[in-house]
Nanobody, 123 residues
């Protein structure tokens, strides 16, 4: 059974950093890509943040986080990371990790989702 579990959220100050972790158990598809999405307060949909292929050779970032966030993975630990630097209050959101066959920007390309972890950035 596949499970996706995020951790590492919390409270940060503007300009600060946080590192999110996502453990995907069950190794879906024999090898999976992962995406991070977020839902900001007062919005309905999940906004794409970053994605990484199984090998780690391919990464995608949204324009809003490019240069500040870094996605990486350690397949030996079944874990994907999202290093978030230079945080601003606009980054406040629930962050979700998802696993799918390919690294894509659309949420409907991902099959397995975690429950989310909250990130709050104070000004």
């Amino acid at each position: 059974q596949v499970q996706v579990v995020e951790s590492g959220g919390g409270l940060a100050q503007t300009g600060g950093s946080l590192r999110l972790s996502c453990v995907v158990s069950g190794r879906p598809f024999g090898g999976y890509s992962c995406g991070w999405f977020r839902r900001r307060p007062g919005t309905g949909g999940r906004e794409f943040v970053a994605a990484i292929s199984w090998s780690g050779a391919s990464t995608i970032y949204s324009d809003s986080v490019k240069g500040r966030f870094t996605i990486s993975r350690d397949n030996a630990k079944d874990t994907v990371y999202l290093e978030m630097n230079s945080l601003t209050p606009d980054d406040t959101a629930a962050y979700y990790c998802a696993a799918g066959r390919q690294a894509k920007t659309r949420a409907d390309h991902y099959t397995y989702w975690g429950q989310g972890t909250q990130v709050t950035v104070s000004s």
